[in-house]
Nanobody, 117 residues
């Protein structure tokens, strides 16, 4: 059974930092491209950051320079380091994994991030 389990969300003041983690099980982690998405009520789910099998990264323009995605294949974990957080970053953040060989994709259950004073 495939599982993606996120952790690290919470409440933080503007300007603060959080690190999200997503641990995967049931997949050959190193073979998957990974990403973090976020969603607010009534809005579509947007990709925040992605990382390829080889470590290439891509970011939503509004988080460039503030967020960093990374992966540790030995721990089957993908991270999202979020610095200089803004109220507009408030959302549920989802971990995503996709096999480019099979197009099979998986989602985590989401973790809430709230940026508020």
């Amino acid at each position: 059974q495939v599982q993606l389990v996120e952790s690290g969300g919470g409440l933080v003041h503007p300007g603060g930092s959080l690190r999200l983690s997503c641990v995967a099980s049931g997949i050959t982690f190193s073979s998957y491209a990974l990403a973090w998405y976020r969603q607010t009520p009534g809005s579509q789910r947007d990709m925040v950051a992605s990382i390829t099998k080889r470590g290439g990264t891509n970011y939503l323009d509004s988080v460039k320079g503030r967020f960093t995605i990374s992966r540790d294949n030995a721990k089957n974990t993908v991270y999202l380091q979020m610095d200089s957080l803004e109220p507009e970053d408030t959302a549920v953040y989802y971990c995503y994994a996709v096999s480019l060989a099979t197009n099979i994709e998986y989602w985590g259950q989401g973790t809430q991030v709230t940026v508020s004073s």
